[in-house]
Each structure stands twice: as structure tokens, then as C-alpha cells.
């Protein structure tokens, strides 16, 4: 059904003409210099380990604008609510919103709230739109990006060349496994939360250094989904390898128990960076100074040898890693 | 449960440093020039005579751009959309987003779409957040203003002054009023229609004149509540003639018929403008040019000699015009 809705979407509504529009499908769109997102969180159920939908949609909302190296600086957002959903329930997801918005340093500027009958819903729906602006950080991102002979306006998912350096900002599947895990009834004796969170200033941070060229967050289809878009937008091959990509203990063993890869779920605090080489080892120790970043790797590299994304395993063998067909683990953002 | 979350949602969320920011509750937020808004659309059914859920959105979130007085540029939407839902609804709902869009000349940057399991929402939900800019028309109006003496920077709701005239772009309770009869069954033998309609092109074009000092488009509550806000924030009274309030007469007959007063139920394709008084005339030719406008009127003014806002009726008395408490007609917008 998504391919359907996606081309049946397109085909009526696309009228852009800004710099990066609804074509390119990319983290947000840009015009007039100003990046622009929205997204629509349903997540079951409404809190789970390590967060919530208001966490949620403020850290969905601000990480793709701070994928294309945008700084935030307005949020938005609109409440649907089914009649009789617990008041005190209401009242944590919203004072959570304002932590997470607080945390990014953004405000939530605007906003909408429906009451719906039973049914009308189930629970509440968050959706939340954001606008950002290039920042100094992204300035002089481009800056050292173009002394290193890279053209780099946004961090669009078609800038990888051969040979830069693809770094993670911490452990994989967290967000999926913990929902998953936290519905199925596995979750209770595991610390396994959820990894959502704001990552403006991790991004910021990194940009700082400079030299990063493209930049996506492996949310819906995970990172096995994310790597195969900038593959496929850019033209180029990506190889990892199996040995370097960061999990928790937790993930693996409820992965395993669940029969589900965690390079196919969703991720709601994590970032893909793709760097020039030079710059690589600076930018992924800056990540690891942000505390979202700690855990943060370098996981392989944008490569003209292989097609598609290509992992050479613990084993010493090569697999292919395709995206998802589907969602794994629905309902999870 | 309205007050109560607007309480709730405000206590917690507002982080507004902006120049026009959530505590203000205007029609849209205004940062850093940028001006900011976001909607979520409900309406039941997805299709009704005028219009549809797409066009609706596409609608509510242009006015509420166009009512401060801003240019839009660019528009986000986030579907989500029950499972099973039948296509060909879904594509014409789609086509008539794009079919508004281009209407109003603004592309649809942005979108994101989840497909929930059924019961996850009725049908379908549509919420749109667009940005705008200070154009020219709103840049001109700010100087005819500042030459009778008005400092006007965005058409505010706070910026009414004693003698300010009120117009309305068009006939009112179109809207709620044909949803309401073809709920009922009650539309079949009229030509009823939703007004929902896109406004940009009518304000620039009433700006070009000047003089506006404030506009508001009167959706949920109706030209009622929209009054009464005005004058809330505005510190002034306001008087309005009922003899000189446009009706269609269907909507005339239908509200008897239902037993609601059309000026509590909402507009989509509605605008309510203040005016300083040397250029009221000369706006409302303008407005009336447009074929969104032709049945605009000059209804009443600011005053300093009332509170609230009084109807002088058709029978010669006066009454006093209350906000609706409550929606009378849910799930309309």
C-alpha cells in the first residue's frame, strides 16, 4: 500500500519549486532557504520505555531538519485526540514535548488541538512540523567541506562520493526493538529503552568540524533502509562492516528472540553521517563528545567497488543488506 | 475539555520567543519573518457538497498564512490514512489538494504519509502547516496604513481601533451549515455548498489597496467567535448591523430548519478584515473583485462605545453577541 499511496501522493499534489522539493524525497524540503518538515506520529502505545509520542514527534520533527544541516528554529504542532483519553496521560506527553523541545533549545511556536468522538482516533495523534535555517555550523561546514574539494550546499542524501567515510551516532535499533520488545511482554526484565531524542546540537557539533557532505536518520526502515537510499540517490556503492556497527547487548538478544534484524527497524535518535576521509576521525570524536553520541562508529565507507550496500560479515563472508520490504514493526513513529 | 487543554497543552509546551508567538493564539505564529502554521483536519464525512477533506486542509492552513497579512510560500502535509480505505476516494481527496494548491499558486513542499490499522483513524486525517513572508502587497499596506497614522507591522487580532471598519469577504455559514444539512439528509434539495477556498490572492489584493489593519478568518465558532476574539484583544467594543450580514438563503432556511445560528458555525472560505476608515470602500471594491469575494459587505466597526460585540437587528433592538460555547456543529474542520 505505501508504494500506491506514495506514487498516487506525488503524482497529484507535487507542485515544488523550491531547491529541494517533494521529488527528491528527501529528510525535508527547502525553499527560500528555509528547510521545512512535517511529520505524523501514531505510535502504540502512547508511552513506552524511554519516552513517549510528544518525545517522539519533537525529536522526529527537529532531526530532519538537522539532517540537512539545518539549524531548527520553530516548531509546530498539532494534536488530534480521541474524547476521553486520560487527562494525566495528556499531561505527560505534553510536559515531555516541552522537555524535548527545551533540551533542543527550540520553541514550539504554533499549534493545533481537535478533540475527536471515540474512534475518531485511537488515543492521539502527534503531528509536528518544524522550519530551520542554514546556521553558522552549516556555513562552516561548507567552508572546509570546499577546501576538501566539495561542493556541499544542504546535506542531501546525493552527496556521497567514493571513498567518504560513513560514521553512525550510536547503537542500532533501539527505538524498534524497545516498542517491539515492550509489546510483545519480552521488555520487563531488559533495560531496553528507546533512543529518541533531539540531535540539533549533536549535528551542530559535527558540523563545527566540517567536512560532512551528507546526513540522514534511519528512522522508518532502519539502517538498512537509510544506507539504501543514499546509495541509490547518490549513485555510488556503500560498504560496512558487520564488525564495526554498534549494538546493545539488549537489542541482540531480544533481536534474536523476536526473529526481527535490527538494521530494519526504526532509530529516533540516531544519525548517519557520510565524511570526507580527512575529516572523518575529528568529526566522529566530536559526535562522541555530544551525550546522544557516545556510542557513535564509523561503520564503512561510500565505495565505486560494490553496488547497492554491500556488509562483509562477522564470519569473513559478504551479504547483501536490502531495505525492508515493509515495515517490520508497525507503528512504532 | 477545550479550556482545559489549551491549559494543558500551553502550560507545558510554550517555549515562544517569536515575535507573534502561542500565548498570542492568532492565526498563525511569526518568527525571525518567517510566519508559521499548522492545522490537523478531521472533518466527517471525508467528502461533502464544495469540497472534501484536501481542500479543506489545503484551505484552513492558507487562510490562517493570509490572515496576518503574510504571503505563503510553501505548504507540509502528513496524511494519515486508515487501512482499507478505498483508493479512488483517496486519489480524488489527493487531486483536489493539488487542484487547491494550484489554485492559490503555492506548492506542496513536503509530505509525509502512515498507514494505520483500522480503527487507528476514521477514514483518514489531513493536517497541513505552511510558512509565509511580509510580500509586497502586506510591505505596501504597512505604508498606507503609517500615512493614516497606524502603525500596523502584521494584521494582528490585537490591532483594532475605535472607528476601524469591519468587512466580511462573503456570505456567511456556508460551511457548517452544508456539512451539517448533508449529515442530517437535509442538503439533497438545495445547491448548499462548503465555501472552502483559498484567500491569498483576496488579501493581496485588498493590501494593494491598504489600509487593513487586521484580518481573521472566521472558522471554528464562526463569525461569532471571530468577533469576539477581535474585540477580546483588541480592548474595543464592536458594533454590527444584521440587516447588512450576507446570507445565502439557503443557509437561511437550513439553520432554521436545524435550529443553529449561523454565525456560530464555521467558515472555510471566509475573511473578516478591519480597515481604517478612509480606505474601507476602496478595500471592499477590491475584495469584491475576486470571485471568492463578490458577496463581500461592510457589516459593522470598532467602538469605544460598547463592550463585546452588539447586533443592532433587524427589528430595531440590540443584542448582544456571545461566542459559542462549544461546537455546534463537530468535526466540521
Chains 1, 2 share one sequence.
Not at 518544524?130 to 550546499?153: F, M, P, Q, T, Y
Request: glycine letters at 12%.
Amino acid at each position: 500500500m505505501h508504494t500506491l499511496l506514495k506514487k498516487a501522493v506525488l503524482r497529484h499534489i507535487s507542485t515544488g519549486k523550491g531547491e529541494v522539493g517533494l521529488e527528491a524525497l528527501d529528510d525535508s524540503a527547502v525553499i527560500d532557504d528555509i528547510v521545512f518538515t512535517i511529520d505524523g506520529h501514531t505510535v502504540q502505545p502512547l508511552e513506552y520505555p524511554g519516552g513517549d509520542i510528544g518525545r517522539l514527534a519533537v525529536s522526529g520533527t527537529i532531526n530532519d531538519i538537522s539532517a540537512m544541516g539545518a539549524s531548527p528554529i520553530a516548531l509546530a504542532s498539532s494534536l488530534i485526540i480521541e474524547e476521553g483519553l486520560d487527562l494525566d496521560l495528556l499531561d505527560r506527553v505534553m510536559v515531555s514535548m516541552g522537555k524535548a523541545a527545551n533540551e533542543a533549545g527550540i520553541p514550539i511556536m504554533t499549534g493545533d488541538t481537535k478533540v475527536v468522538e471515540r474512534g475518531g482516533v485511537k488515543g492521539m495523534t502527534v503531528t509536528t512540523a518544524g522550519i530551520g535555517r542554514a546556521g553558522n555550523a552549516l556555513l562552516h561546514n561548507r567552508n572546509v567541506c570546499k577546501e576538501h574539494g566539495r561542493e556541499v550546499h544542504w546535506l542531501t542524501d546525493t552527496n556521497l562520493h567514493d571513498g567518504d567515510i560513513l560514521l553512525i551516532s550510536g547503537t542500532i535499533g533501539d527505538h524498534g526493538i524497545a516498542i517491539l520488545s515492550f509489546r510483545e511482554g519480552y521488555g520487563f526484565e531488559t533495560d531496553l529503552e528507546s533512543d529518541n531524542a533531539p540531535l540539533n546540537k549533536l549535528m551542530e557539533g559535527a558540523m563545527d568540524v566540517g567536512g560532512v557532505v551528507s546526513a540522514k536518520d534511519p528512522t522508518r526502515g532502519g539502517v538498512a533502509n537509510c544506507l539504501n537510499e543514499l546509495a541509490e540517490k547518490s549513485h555510488i556503492g556503500i560498504e560496512i562492516d558487520e564488525t564495526t556497527l554498534p549494538f546493545k547487548d539488549a537489542v541482540l538478544g531480544a533481536s534474536e528472540l523476536l526473529g526481527i534484524d535490527p538494521l530494519n527497524v526504526g532509530n529516533e535518535g540516531k544519525m548517519i553521517l557520510a565524511v570526507v576521509p580527512q575529516k572523518a576521525g575529528e568529526v566522529l570524536e566530536a559526535v562522541r563528545r555530544h551525550p546522544n553520541g557516545k556510542d557513535a562508529a564509523s561503520i564503512g565507507k561510500a565505495s565505486s567497488r560494490v553496488k547497492g550496500v554491500v556488509m562483509a560479515t562477522k564470519v569473513g563472508g559478504r551479504r547483501i543488506v536490502e531495505p525492508p520490504i515493509g515495515d517490520p514493526v508497525p507503528r512504532i513513529c
